[in-house]
């Protein structure tokens, strides 16, 4: 998907936003500070619009409550949106149900979102392609997870996002980088670690 540049004029326009308005927001909210002509090209027709980083694009998304996923494409409606806590760097998260207090909010679609869900920002390559380095990944704890999804994981105090497959035996598991020149993480159930995982089920891509 690519940025959408009508869509994003169309929804300034009915959210009866001025350009000094967003630009306003934009530096005193967020610390950004762009040109109105930097803001102009990100309103030109598709195809011949700028991108906007990944920064700016959480924050458009913020001052015009839609999902960054709904920037990325017009043919979606606009529905209400949730929140969830950003907790930090998949390498220093732990699993388990997060609030938004003391944490910066990502929004989320209403129909992704569930309660205690929250969200890490990729770090290494060990996932890519499938996950780039600042993508920011949608994590649910409590669900189910089978073999072959992908999880982030708390090991043993460390922590990171790997694909999980279970042996038929239900005796080893295996945390699975999709990055071939990255080791494969092997783990002796009948042995004592602290495992805690939640599963994926969500990202947002940083090249929008």
């Keep these: 998907m690519a940025f959408d540049g009508e869509f994003f004029a169309d929804l300034i326009n009915?959210?009866?936003?001025?350009?000094?308005?967003i630009l306003n927001t934009l530096k005193e909210?967020?610390?950004?500070?762009?040109?109105?002509?930097?803001?102009?090209?990100?309103?030109?027709?598709s195809g011949k619009n700028a991108t906007p980083s990944l920064d700016k694009l959480k924050a458009f998304a913020q001052i015009l409550n839609v999902t960054?996923?709904?920037?990325?494409?017009?043919?979606?409606?606009?529905?209400?949106?949730k929140q969830i806590p950003l907790i930090g760097k998949s390498s220093c998260g732990k699993p388990q149900n997060y609030d938004l207090n003391g944490h910066e909010p990502v929004p989320i679609s209403i129909e992704l979102y569930k309660d205690g869900m929250y969200a890490v920002e990729a770090?290494?390559?060990?996932?890519?392609?499938?996950i780039n380095e600042r993508d920011l990944v949608y994590c649910q704890p409590n669900r189910i997870i089978d073999n072959g999804n992908i999880v982030h994981y708390w090991l043993d105090g460390d922590s990171g996002?790997?694909?999980?497959?279970?042996?038929?035996?239900?005796?080893?598991i295996s945390l699975i980088p999709i990055n071939p020149s990255h080791e494969i993480i092997t783990i002796h159930c009948d042995e004592k670690h602290e495992l805690i995982m939640s599963r994926v089920v969500g990202k947002l891509d940083k090249n929008f």
């Design 14 to 21: 009915k959210r009866g936003l001025s350009s000094e308005q």
């Design 68 to 81: 960054i996923d709904e920037l990325a494409n017009s043919n979606l409606n606009i529905r209400p949106v």
């Design 123 to 130: 770090e290494g390559d060990s996932m890519t392609p499938k």
């Design 29 to 45: 909210e967020y610390n950004i500070e762009i040109t109105e002509n930097t803001l102009k090209s990100y309103r030109r027709k």
């Design 161 to 172: 996002i790997k694909k999980y497959k279970m042996n038929d035996a239900g005796t080893i």
